[in-house]
């Protein structure tokens, strides 16, 4: 079996490398990290991730920016993204679905069941 390619986005590096070492510790995912929307848009372009994680809050390109921006692309529509964010009033979470995410991570996050977490929207 292949494995899966996830990108998780977030303008925090210390929080991008907690995130992809708990990803991996699913034997069956392939994690790359991104510091900005932008950054993330190129990369999903070229290496066609399974799943993107996405930063609710970053400068410049913010998580839903990004989200619009990608799903206005060939290949963008076709792989979920999820929101890892520590915005989660009623309001913000309905915002983020109604964009098409396929779902809301709370932020900090599990690291133990982060991954597990990460495989249940690979599934939906």
């Known amino acids: 079996?292949?494995?899966y390619r996830i990108i998780y986005v977030d303008?925090?590096?210390d929080v991008r490398e907690i995130a992809a070492l708990?990803?991996?510790?699913?034997?069956?995912?392939e994690v790359m990290t991104c510091d900005s929307g932008?950054?993330?848009?190129?990369?999903?372009?070229?290496?066609?991730?399974?799943?993107?994680?996405?930063?609710?809050?970053?400068?410049?390109?913010?998580?839903?920016?990004?989200?619009i921006r990608l799903r206005q692309t060939p290949d963008g529509a076709h792989f979920p993204v999820a929101f890892v964010t520590a915005r989660l009033q009623s309001q913000d979470v309905a915002r983020m679905i109604a964009l098409g995410a396929a779902g809301v991570v709370p932020k900090p996050f599990d690291v133990m069941t982060f991954a597990a977490t990460a495989r249940k929207f690979l599934r939906a």
């Open 11 to 13: 303008d925090e590096a």
């Open 38 to 67: 932008e950054a993330a848009l190129d990369l999903a372009a070229r290496w066609h991730p399974h799943l993107m994680l996405l930063d609710y809050m970053m400068p410049n390109l913010d998580g839903p920016g990004t989200l």
């Open 22 to 29: 708990a990803l991996e510790f699913d034997p069956d995912f």
């Open 1 to 3: 079996m292949s494995r």
